[in-house]
């Protein structure tokens, strides 16, 4: 099993739609989690991190659920401009970011 | 404005060349580390630094080495190129356990 899980897509939705991602974890004792968002030929960005109480920042939301090991990314009225993949992040070492472990990503493209 | 950058966006190399990819960031952080990403195999950590001189292997380190001299300039060095080391190599920097900020990476060809 991968440690860190995602369905590659793509998501194909038209804009406007609500879509959500899901990534799951294998490692239980994984302390922190992140979003990233890498355009095409791009490098990765932060796109939030994930709190355990869940999180939202605008059209987008984040949450954490510990006991099913998952997170999850949904984005509400989708944008042209979110048309990206987004990489699931999970950090294993408290106190530091040395060793985050990436999901392979997932693609979305938003359509006219 | 926060940066890291890397020293070439495109380079190509004849197998057994050695081949030097540098990454500068401004941002005075602790920690520096080297990817490669490849289509289906995601991101993959190189090598990483958490200080000057330090390093640490990451989860694919053969074949490569890695020089940190001064702590904004992190090295990755591949001794002698061969072709399964073509791929997109992204260089990212961190100050304890915040984001990762990245370079916009260096996509290298072996020939």
């Known amino acids: 099993r991968k440690e860190v899980e995602q369905d590659p897509g793509p998501f194909n939705v038209p804009e406007g739609a609500t879509v959500a991602f899901n990534c799951t974890y294998s490692n239980s004792a994984s302390q922190s989690f992140f979003w990233y968002r890498q355009d095409c030929r791009k490098e990765p960005k932060l796109l939030m991190s994930?709190?355990?109480?869940?999180n939202e920042d605008g059209r987008f939301t984040a949450q954490l659920n510990r006991a099913s090991q998952y997170i999850s990314l949904l984005i509400r009225d989708s944008k042209l401009s979110d048309s990206a993949t987004y990489l699931c992040?999970?950090?294993?070492?408290?106190?530091?970011?040395?060793?985050?472990?990436w999901g392979l990503g997932t693609s979305l493209a938003v359509n006219p | 404005d926060v940066k890291v950058t890397q020293s070439s966006r495109y380079l190509v190399k004849r197998t057994g060349e050695k081949v030097f990819l540098e990454c500068v960031q401004d941002?005075?952080?602790?920690?520096m580390f080297w990817y490669r990403q490849d289509p289906g195999l995601g991101l993959r950590l190189i090598y990483f630094?958490?200080?000057?001189?330090?390093?640490e292997k990451g989860d694919i380190p053969e074949g490569y080495s890695v020089s940190r001299e001064k702590k904004e300039r992190f090295s990755l060095i591949l001794e002698s190129a061969s072709t399964n080391q073509t791929s997109m190599y992204l260089c990212a920097s961190s100050s304890g356990v915040h984001e990762q900020f990245f370079g916009p990476g260096t996509r290298l060809t072996v020939l």
């Open positions: 630094s958490y200080d000057v001189k330090m390093k």
């Open positions: 992040v999970v950090n294993v070492n408290a106190g530091n970011n040395r060793k985050l472990i």
């Open positions: 994930v709190y355990s109480s869940g």
């Open positions: 941002m005075d952080h602790e920690n």
